[in-house]
């Protein structure tokens, strides 16, 4: 079973950089077929997908967030990231690790195989 864990702060400040980690266990980031995406919910929105690293290190982001977007990976701790610069109070969200081995038809949904428990973002002064 894999599992899924997000860290990082709970508050930040406008057009600071909000930085989350994913801690993988019981199974690699490395294992072929599989994508370690990020996904966040506004309050009283839907579910939006932010960007993958794939099991290979290549990254594939959400156009509109792409240019605030980076998501990077340290295999020797089993763990992916996310950045976001220049974060507004439009970022505050519940933001979400999960995974799916093979293509995700619909990236903003729930059709990955394994999630996080979430994490409470507060973009604030």
């Known amino acids: 079973q894999v599992q899924l864990q997000e860290s990082g702060p709970g508050l930040v400040k406008p057009s600071q950089t909000l930085s989350l980690t994913c801690t993988v266990s019981?199974?690699?980031?490395?294992?072929?077929?599989?994508?370690w995406s990020w996904i966040r919910q506004p309050p009283g929105k839907g579910l939006e997908w932010m960007g993958v690293i794939a099991y290979d290190g290549s990254t594939y982001y959400r156009p509109s967030l792409k240019s605030r977007t980076s998501i990077s990976r340290d295999t020797s701790k089993n763990q992916f990231s996310l950045q976001l610069t220049s974060v507004t109070p439009e970022d505050t969200a519940v933001y979400y690790c999960?995974?799916?081995?093979?293509?995700?038809?619909?990236?903003?949904?729930?059709?990955?195989?394994?999630w996080g428990q979430g994490i409470q973002v507060t973009v604030s002064s």
């Open positions: 999960a995974t799916k081995n093979g293509q995700v038809s619909d990236p903003d949904s729930y059709e990955y195989d394994y």
């Open positions: 019981g199974g690699s980031i490395t294992t072929s077929g599989y994508g």
